[in-house]
């Protein structure tokens, strides 16, 4: 405990010495909620969305970074494993049992991002209203969970035939408000989110129609993030001076 005090006692102090004009490098986490569109609300109902972001903003209050996002929802549409359900329309086991299987979906992203801070509070020279663009990677998949593994038709490799597994190139918009505070306490962002990808299904067949997928499709996720942030500002030189 006493170590933790002495640590934030030497961060506050150092960065007592900040020049607001300087180069500051940020790093942040965040949390937001997504909704689907475009052909991807045909599978997926409303996530969440979890990522890390890494930043420069520059003396000019130009951005450039890299941020990555994993998506989770338990919100899926698509019913692929239709095929191996029974009359009643449940799933059994290998021994003829009610099985405990879960569907959910899961994604990911990586983004190159750049944009700019347009200041509107003139007493905090760091702080203003974000808008950003990036170029990326997209992927997403229906995730499969055998909790008892025994399911034969879903053992190893098989689970590639229902999983949709799809990726593609993205594009990504952001606007919204970027806070520094004066007293380094509570850094933070928010605002909403826009992906726009362009994907298509690696599988080469999907098990429970038999066919394959090879259509290219518009995946669009529109959302609300908000990110706690830790910025690393560069120290002032010192105005003293010793032999």
Same mark, same amino acid.
């Given at each position: 405990?006493?170590?933790?005090?002495?640590?934030?006692?030497?961060y506050?102090?150092?960065?007592?010495?900040?020049?607001?004009?300087?180069?500051?490098?940020?790093i942040?986490?965040?949390?937001?909620?997504?909704?689907?569109? !475009? $052909? @991807?609300? +045909?599978?997926? /109902?409303?996530?969440? #969305?979890?990522?890390? =972001?890494?930043?420069?903003?520059?003396k000019?209050?130009?951005?450039?970074?890299?941020?990555?996002?994993?998506?989770?929802?338990?919100?899926?549409?698509?019913?692929?494993?239709?095929?191996?359900?029974?009359?009643? !329309? $449940? @799933?059994? +086991?290998?021994? /003829?049992?009610?099985? #405990?299987?879960?569907? =959910?979906?899961?994604?990911?992203?990586?983004?190159?991002?750049?944009?700019?801070?347009?200041?509107?509070?003139?007493?905090?020279?760091?702080?203003?209203?974000?808008?950003?663009?990036?170029?990326?990677?997209?992927?997403?998949?229906?995730?499969?969970?055998?909790?008892?593994?025994?399911?034969?038709?879903?053992?190893?490799?098989?689970?590639?035939?229902?999983?949709?597994?799809?990726?593609?190139?993205?594009?990504?918009?952001?606007?919204?408000?970027?806070?520094?505070?004066?007293?380094?306490l509570?850094?933070?962002?928010?605002?909403?989110?826009?992906?726009?990808?362009?994907?298509?299904n690696?599988?080469?067949?999907?098990?429970?129609?038999?066919?394959?997928?090879?259509?290219?499709?518009?995946?669009?996720?529109?959302?609300?993030?908000?990110?706690?942030?830790?910025?690393?500002?560069?120290?002032?030189?010192?105005?003293?001076?010793?032999?």
């Amino acid at each position: 405990m006493k170590l933790l005090i002495v640590l934030l006692f030497f961060y506050f102090t150092v960065n007592s010495q900040i020049d607001s004009s300087n180069k500051i490098h940020i790093i942040g986490i965040h949390l937001g909620g997504q909704i689907p569109g !475009g $052909n @991807l609300v +045909n599978r997926f /109902g409303p996530n969440l #969305d979890a990522g890390i =972001t890494y930043f420069i903003k520059t003396k000019k209050d130009w951005i450039f970074g890299i941020e990555s996002n994993y998506m989770y929802s338990n919100n899926v549409k698509e019913d692929v494993l239709n095929q191996l359900k029974n009359d009643e !329309g $449940n @799933l059994t +086991n290998n021994l /003829g049992y009610p099985a #405990d299987v879960r569907v =959910t979906q899961r994604g990911l992203g990586v983004h190159l991002i750049t944009g700019r801070v347009f200041k509107i509070i003139k007493n905090n020279q760091n702080s203003g209203l974000v808008i950003n663009i990036g170029f990326g990677y997209l992927q997403h998949k229906i995730n499969i969970y055998d909790a008892e593994q025994k399911i034969a038709a879903i053992k190893g490799d098989l689970i590639f035939g229902y999983d949709r597994l799809s990726l593609g190139v993205s594009f990504s918009q952001f606007i919204g408000y970027l806070h520094l505070s004066k007293n380094r306490l509570s850094n933070f962002y928010f605002g909403l989110t826009m992906y726009e990808a362009i994907t298509r299904n690696i599988r080469q067949i999907n098990y429970n129609t038999g066919l394959s997928d090879t259509k290219q499709h518009l995946d669009l996720i529109n959302g609300f993030k908000f990110g706690w942030i830790l910025p690393l500002y560069k120290k002032k030189p010192s105005d003293f001076y010793y032999n």
